[in-house]
């Protein structure tokens, strides 16, 4: 439903980092390794326009679905931090 | 985690509406009458001060749980409404409820199946950690999609669309039927549970309809005292005022309906008992007139006394008051330690440090308790104690007669508060508090006199300086805090700013021109002139250094550049630019003959000026490099020896400074006078191919703005030719130049407009034309546009301004003013919702920034997880150091050819954007200071 709406891909543009949509079993094992529960994370919202455009590639997108995303930092060069999607 | 003595804790607390009946149950009595005290001064029992809602009189008992004035906590009596009446502060809940409900049967207007997965949604969303807000809001979405609707999908009825007629009635839009509050509250009642889930209501402890009030809470006496007058007369407190209106309004009311009188009347006072209950809660409401005091002042009521910065919650429950804690006015002491604070005796005799007494020390306190609290001794001050308190609790005070007495029943156990010595650590704090640094650690010296005095290089964190100044000092009363101060909170611990990684603390001023002295060209010494600036550094275990030996007259001295590297460590190495750097095309190096290239080796200088870019605060690279290689501890002891041994440099030289020193010669003036003249006329002929139409037009621009832009640039270059020509001809002697070019004090801006031409004066921007029509000021013809005419001052400050210039300076000079007063109320209001916002989160040990909940808010501090003030200048590795350590001096060569091949890399880069924001920051402060010592605060 979201996608028909799409005439920009806003992942394309510079000023924006990199989501990537992580597997279940990928959002587990990170939530393992940095021994946090998925309420802990910061969220992103299913309307945001990075996952309207995910859910272009990956088919609908559930609420509980954890995106990675990595951006350029001016300190750390690259920077990974973590989203969990939620309604809205 | 479980402290000692501790068997319970509070888990949650939940806030929300009290029944009626439970208003009634809680309730010590029903107030019926308005009147509140007899013929004999006696509380009338019902009444609104009735005893059983306990007793604000000494020597009174409660009637209800028998204790005395401070003992009972007062009790909550209640007032039965006649009408019901609806509470102001739930309007928009009740309305939110009206509209997403049906009228008829009150069931909420969504199908069965949205419920079900608005429900859902609501589970989930508390499963991923979604905070009470988003609940809150998901559960406003879900009314507004209930309301509107015209007919109920449950009973079909048609619904009647609802209006709100500020503040508190509700009005039927069709027919301009007025919602009574009793009609409010049936078609809440009808409200099923389980759609209130829906809607985010708990119904198990709110019930929507008593959001709609049958009875009013009456809070104690204790919370809303009366006091006597000295005439004897009793005033009453607002909130007992208010009270009582409505007790009145209730009582006629109660009547006139009992009375079956006409539907008109009831009406009209049930609307005026609704007006006192919504200003007994809030008496700000909007669209209703504020109830007032007979003198016109309104009331004060519930809402206003809890919020605003005067409320409960700023002023009493986040502001607190402490004891233990002085202020008073600062004044500089430069022979202090810049870890050390001058307490005066008057003060230190008040200010307490408790000290537990056991078998090791009880000899020793005994002996101070004896002293009493006047030893009588202030110099040399001996500490006395002024409170012994026993092993049960009980706290007497020592005098001078019964110190021996009380000194002789100690035992251990016991707590002394002991009065301050030397050495104890105090909280040291300057207000506006706006970084860590306005609260340090100091270590307390006692003095005699009446102010707080340290070393001059700590006033850039507090931003203090000393023409009326006040600061606060705050004693440590625990070990723990001792301890934490000591390792967190030391001046020497914080000479490192973590906003930008560079020193914060350092030689300011006329250290800084001391410093200069001592080392530029590299002065020579005899024995006399070097003993007496090195004795300076007393205490501290410096051997005297080898003298060299004058190869003609074969007399003993000392260098400048000698002296001051006693004082660096003796494997100090490093190599900079200083401040009086003309930044020459072709950088000479060693034989740099300003003498600006510094080189340390082996803690040797061995060439270069130490000025501001060396010891200075927030430039000083020496400085800098000390505290982040060698430890706090290192830094501080630098800090004191170089402000001690500059302080003996620039008395050795003698140094002052006066508007003679911007005297310049006729010639010069007149080069100047001639040079203005030229830019003046060349703006007039500017002007006169404007008015002809001759003038180019720039691209972008319109002839008017072209004309301004040229005229400013003309005008702009006048001044900055004065200032060449002056500056030319002041030359580094000067010692206003010498301030200037080592960092101390003022910059050459300062010193052209003091001795060649102040330049424009601008007032948005753009030079002044606003006054009068079409001209600044009567003294000039209608739409001129010469240079003189709008705010060209081509005198300097020295010869004087004309008149009219003297104006147009005033008016440039007002802008600033303004700016900066808006600057900092706007500035401090952001920083207020800054720190709101920022307050809460902290450092977790797993490198993650986290609120209370636990939500991370940053997986990686900083995303490097560096601690800025650990960094060099904001990058977390310091190549140039690197290179330095393993190539040694071919890394100095190394390190300027990239310079030179980059031209200004990102480190740089960011230190001049510093710089410059550093200065913007300290106009803005010193303005603050102005009006801290004109407020009196």
Redesign the interface.
């Known amino acids: 439903m979201a996608a028909e709406n799409i005439s920009f891909n806003v992942l394309k543009h510079d000023l924006v980092p990199e989501h990537h949509l992580l597997t279940e079993d990928e959002a587990v094992a990170m939530l393992n390794r940095k021994g946090m529960t998925r309420d802990q994370l910061p969220k992103i919202r299913k309307s945001d326009p990075g996952i309207k455009i995910l859910e272009t590639i990956h088919g609908p997108i559930d609420e509980g679905r954890v995106v990675k995303i990595v951006r350029k930092s001016e300190t750390a060069q690259e920077f990974v931090a973590y989203r969990l999607v939620t309604r809205g | 985690m479980t402290a000692r003595g501790i068997t319970k804790r509070i888990g949650s607390i939940k806030f929300s509406c009290v029944s009626p009946d439970e208003i009634r149950k809680m309730s010590a009595t029903k107030i019926i009458t308005a009147d509140t005290y007899d013929d004999e001064g006696y509380p009338i029992d019902m009444g609104l001060m009735d005893p059983h809602m306990g007793v604000i009189e000494p020597g009174l008992r409660c009637k209800t749980c028998g204790c005395k004035v401070d003992e009972c906590p007062g009790h909550f009596g209640h007032i039965d409404l006649a009408m019901p009446v609806i509470h102001v502060g739930f309007i928009k809940d009740i309305k939110m409820l009206l509209e997403s409900t049906c009228c008829h049967c009150g069931r909420l207007m969504l199908s069965e199946d949205q419920i079900q997965a608005r429900r859902e949604?609501m589970d989930?969303?508390e499963?991923?950690?979604?905070g009470t807000i988003?609940v809150k809001n998901?559960s406003k979405e879900t009314a507004k999609d209930a309301s509107g609707k015209g007919v109920c999908p449950y009973c079909g009825e048609e619904q009647v669309k609802i209006k709100l007629d500020k503040p508190t009635t509700f009005r039927e839009v069709e027919d301009n039927h007025k919602l009574t509050p009793k009609e409010v509250r049936e078609r809440l009642e009808k409200i099923p549970d389980d759609d209130l889930v829906t809607l985010g209501i708990d119904p198990s402890t709110c019930r929507p309809e008593w959001m709609v009030l049958t009875a009013l809470a009456v809070p104690p006496v204790t919370v809303r005292p009366s006091i006597t007058l000295d005439s004897g007369d009793r005033s009453e407190d607002d909130l007992t005022h208010k009270l009582v209106d409505v007790l009145r309004i209730n009582q006629r009311l109660r009547e006139n309906r009992d009375a079956g009188a006409p539907q008109l009347i009831v009406e009209d006072l049930w609307e005026l008992l609704q007006y006192h209950v919504t200003t007994y809660f809030d008496n700000q409401t909007s669209g209703i007139p504020p109830a007032r005091h007979r003198s016109g002042r309104p009331l004060k009521t519930l809402a206003q006394r809890l919020k605003g910065k005067e409320g409960r919650f700023r002023s009493n429950l986040s502001g607190k008051r402490v004891n233990f804690s002085a202020r008073t006015v600062i004044s500089p002491d430069p022979l202090l330690s810049i870890n050390e604070v001058g307490v005066p005796v008057f003060a230190a005799r008040e200010l307490t440090v408790p000290v537990h007494v056991n078998e090791h020390n009880i000899e020793k306190v005994r002996e101070i308790v004896a002293r009493g609290p006047e030893p009588g001794l202030d110099n040399p001050y001996v500490p006395g104690a002024n409170y012994v308190i026993r092993s049960d609790g009980r706290k007497i005070r020592i005098t001078s007669r019964n110190a021996e007495e009380v000194a002789e029943r100690l035992e251990v156990d016991y707590t002394v508060e002991r009065q301050l010595v030397d050495g104890d650590v105090v909280l040291f704090n300057r207000q506006p508090s706006l970084h860590r640094m306005s609260m340090m650690a100091h270590r307390v010296r006692i003095m005699p006199g009446r102010t707080f005095r340290f070393n001059l290089c700590v006033c850039p964190p507090y931003n203090a300086d000393f023409d009326g100044d006040e600061m606060n000092l705050h004693v440590l009363q625990s070990d723990e805090a001792r301890a934490e101060a000591r390792i967190l909170m030391q001046v020497q611990e914080n000479i490192l700013s973590p906003r930008y990684g560079g020193p914060i603390i350092g030689s300011v001023h006329d250290h800084i021109t001391g410093a200069y002295f001592l080392t530029h060209n590299n002065p020579r010494f005899d024995r006399e002139a070097a003993a007496n600036i090195l004795f300076r550094l007393d205490g501290e275990d410096i051997p005297f250094p080898e003298p060299y030996i004058d190869e003609v007259t074969g007399e003993q001295y000392w260098t400048g550049k000698q002296l001051f590297s006693t004082v660096l460590p003796d494997d100090f190495r490093t190599t900079f630019k200083a401040n009086i750097c003309q930044n020459c095309s072709v950088c000479r190096k060693e034989e740099c003959e300003y003498d600006a290239y510094v080189k340390i080796r082996d803690g040797q200088l061995l060439c270069g000026t130490i000025d501001v870019k060396g010891v200075g605060n927030s430039k000083g690279k020496i400085l800098d490099r000390i505290a982040r290689d060698y430890g706090s501890d290192r830094a501080r002891i630098f800090i004191n020896q170089v402000t001690r041994l500059a302080l003996g440099a620039i008395m050795n030289h003698g140094f002052s400074t006066g508007i003679g020193d911007e005297d310049i010669p006729p010639e010069a003036a007149l080069q100047i006078t001639n040079h203005s003249q030229e830019c003046i006329d060349k703006v007039s002929e500017l002007v006169a191919s404007y008015q002809d139409g001759t003038l180019a037009q720039m691209p972008g621009r319109s002839l008017r703005e072209t004309l301004e832009v040229n005229v400013m640039q003309v005008l702009g270059k006048a001044r900055d030719e004065a200032g060449r020509i002056a500056g030319k001809h002041l030359g580094m002697s000067n010692p206003a130049v010498i301030m200037a070019k080592s960092g101390a004090r003022g910059s050459m801006l300062n010193l052209s407009q003091m001795a060649g031409c102040v330049g424009q004066q601008a007032v948005r921007g753009e030079r002044l034309s606003r006054g009068y029509w079409n001209r600044t000021l009567p003294h000039f013809e209608k739409g001129d546009l010469g240079a003189y005419a709008r705010g060209f001052c081509s005198n300097s400050y020295k010869s004087g301004l004309s008149p009219t210039e003297f104006f147009f300076h005033a008016m440039g000079g007002r802008e600033g003013l303004v700016d900066t007063a808006v600057r900092t109320s706007r500035s401090g209001y952001m920083q207020r919702r800054l720190v709101s916002a920022l307050e809460d989160l902290k450092l977790t040990s797993?490198g993650?920034v986290?609120n209370t909940v636990?939500?991370?808010?940053q997986?990686?501090y900083?995303?490097?997880?560096?601690d800025p003030s650990r960094t060099v200048r904001?990058k977390?590795i310091d190549y140039d150091d690197l290179f330095a350590e393993v190539l040694g001096d071919e890394a100095d060569a190394l390190l300027h050819i990239d310079n030179s091949d980059i031209g200004g890399d990102y480190g740089s880069l960011e230190k001049d954007e510093m710089e410059y924001i550093e200065e913007e920051d300290s106009d803005e402060y010193d303005d603050l200071d102005m009006d801290y010592d004109g407020g009196g605060e």
């Open positions: 949604s989930k969303m499963e991923l950690g979604g988003e998901f797993d993650t986290r636990g939500t991370v808010v997986f990686r900083g995303e490097d997880g560096a904001g977390a």
